[in-house]
């Protein structure tokens, strides 16, 4: 359907993903994408070019940090100063397994050393010895095992800890932390050693209102032992092929469940059927279960489910009358369904729904009409469907739209005129060949975007003109082959300009490298299949945020790019050549 190109099934990074530049180990599951969730920490960096001074409090931090080596212990300092120096010292990447003994026992609240170089069992004397005073702990993808989380046993305030790609912890070390009442989230995402036996150490978590297993592959017959948590609210089981019905029957009785994730799972109709009682539930995703639109009978109970995710479920026309039951849905993913427009008659009673995934459906310009009364929908994906210019029409009065996505449609630039109602739109992608510079001049009046993809299309210098009356843009891709360093000059004045993909460009050359470093804000830039060369890195030196950078295909080599790393671009996270 639509278009093929090899981008479509391997997306570039997006903004966000970019920016939290997550490590290939630890990234999300593409099911986890859908709703992604984890604990973090609020950055203490005081970013280059922020109007405000650092205070004399940050001053001392930062100077103490930078001076580590002549402190022994800040157990006599007082907590919240401590703690903002241990934050420091993660975020600097300066704290060692030697630093971290001044820390002991100066009852440390958070200790978030997610992904953190060099974690194992010999670091957790110090992290246990903050005692009750811990109430954070993240040590994913550690070197931890059982024997080295023991003495966390003694940490019984701890409110949330994080677990993820442990793969040395197993059902033993789930032990220790058995009698913690106070925990309310619990995250053990990628770990094979936990097995049903192991769960048991969960029964007696009253307090625990968040639990993520995703990818624990070893847990069928586990859930029986979540009888108990009356406080749960969120269960992630995405991606654990081992569930099937018989593991749903125990999640009747949590009544406060309002997040269920299911993904890849064996769950068919009849283990939906054990949702029903479920009154709070609000979320549920079903990505890729073998289930039929028989089961959207047992999700009709449910008042209160506001968020649907039936993608790659192989749903089909026959049944799908019943969606028009679920009036409360405000998100709705049915992306990679064998569903035609037969289906959206069915959705239009849906006068709540502000999310619409159709991606790769069999869906073409008639079944749009049936779209046009939903005035609440702010973002429409329509990828790799049949859609083209007369479909656009029945969608041109959805004037609260904020994304559309119309890649891989057989849309033309004639089609466009019907995007120009669109004011609010702030995410447009038009992924497609068939673009040109002149539909872009119908896009004039869409002053509010700020992401704009047109990878495939046909733009040349001339289309340029246009984009750069789009003063809010953060994300920009071209890369049709048509520009020249003069379209990149058009581009130059984008100032908040996040991530610019220019690749397969072939005729930019260093000229380019020179006006995109007027771009300060650029975290993500990739310039491959072009003309630049080592000379024009020398520009580049100017953009401290970047943090991604794509040369390939260029006359820049590996070394050249390692070089203006070390010496200019210490942020720099991922860079190819490499």
């Known amino acids: 359907m639509g278009g093929s190109c090899s981008r479509k099934r391997d997306p570039q ?33 005081n970013k280059e070019g922020s109007a405000l001074c650092p205070s004399l409090m940050e001053l001392c931090i930062y100077k103490i940090s930078e001076e580590i080596d002549q402190y022994g212990t800040f157990s006599m300092l007082p907590r919240d100063i401590s703690q903002q120096i241990f934050n420091e010292l993660v975020c600097s990447q300066r704290l060692t397994e030697a630093h971290l003994e001044a820390f002991e026992d100066c009852y ?52 949330a800890l994080n677990l993820n790609f442990c793969d040395k912890i197993s059902d033993a070390g789930l032990g220790c932390i058995s009698g913690f009442s106070n925990l309310t989230n619990l995250s ?30 070893g847990i069928h017959g586990g859930l029986v032992h ?11 089981i995405n991606c654990c092929n081992c569930i099937t019905d018989v593991d749903m029957k ?12 299911i993904s890849c799972s064996k769950v068919t109709d009849n283990g939906v059927t054990f949702l029903k009682g479920l009154n709070k539930l609000s979320l549920l995703n079903m990505e890729r279960c073998p289930i039929t639109a028989a089961c959207l009978d047992s999700l009709s109970d449910l008042g209160s489910l506001l968020y649907l995710n039936v993608s790659r479920s192989g749903l089909t026309d026959d049944g799908c009358e019943k969606f028009s039951k679920l009036k409360s849905l405000k998100v709705l993913n049915l992306a990679f369904n064998d569903i035609s427009d037969a289906v959206l008659a069915h959705l239009k009673v849906l006068k709540d729904l502000e ?54 449609t057989v849309i033309t630039d004639g089609g466009l005129r019907n995007l120009a109602k669109l004011t609010c739109l702030k995410s447009l992608n038009l992924d497609v060949s068939q673009i040109t510079d002149a539909g872009l001049a119908a896009l004039a009046g869409l002053t509010e975007l700020t992401h704009l993809d047109l990878f495939c299309a046909k733009i040349t210098d001339t289309g340029t003109k246009y984009i750069r009356n789009f003063k809010n843009l953060r994300s920009l891709e071209i890369c049709g082959g048509g520009l020249t360093d003069a379209g990149v000059k058009n581009i ?31 975290v993500s830039l990739n310039v491959s299949s072009s003309r630049v060369s080592n000379t024009g890195l020398q520009h580049l030196t100017k953009l401290k945020n970047l943090k991604s950078l794509s040369l390939e295909s260029t006359k820049v080599t590996a070394n050249d790019i390692k070089k203006l790393h070390e010496s200019h671009l210490l942020d720099l996270v991922t860079y190819r050549p490499e």
């Open 13 to 45: 990074p997006d903004e966000e993903n970019v920016q939290r530049v997550v490590s290939r180990r630890y990234s999300k599951s593409g099911s986890s994408k859908w709703l992604g969730t984890s604990l973090s920490r609020t950055s203490v960096d």
């Open 108 to 159: 440390l609240q958070d200790i978030i050393l997610a992904e953190y170089p060099g974690v194992d069992d010999a670091w957790m004397d110090v992290i246990c010895s903050q005692g009750s005073s811990l109430l954070t702990a993240d040590i994913s993808g550690s070197d931890v095992t059982d024997s080295g989380l023991l003495n966390i046993k003694d940490c019984n305030n701890i409110e």
């Open 188 to 217: 053990l995402k990628r770990n094979n050693n936990i097995t049903a036996k192991g769960m048991s150490s969960l029964s007696g978590l009253v307090s625990l209102s968040k639990l993520d297993l995703e990818r624990c592959t």
């Open 226 to 236: 979540l009888k108990g948590l009356k406080k749960l609210e969120s269960l992630n």
């Open 250 to 261: 125990p999640l009747s009785d949590l009544t406060s469940l309002k997040e269920l994730q």
């Open 355 to 408: 999310s619409l995934n159709l991606d790769s459906c069999r869906i073409g310009d008639d079944g749009l009409v049936h779209l046009a009364g939903l005035n609440h929908l702010k973002c429409l994906e329509l990828s790799d469907t049949e859609v083209g210019n007369s479909g656009l029409r029945h969608i041109s009065g959805l004037v609260n739209l904020e994304s559309l996505n119309l890649s891989f």
């Open 492 to 522: 130059k004045d984008l100032k908040s300009l996040v991530l610019l993909n220019l690749s397969q460009n072939h005729h930019l050359t260093d000229k380019s490298l020179e006006f995109i470093s007027e771009l300060s804000q650029l």
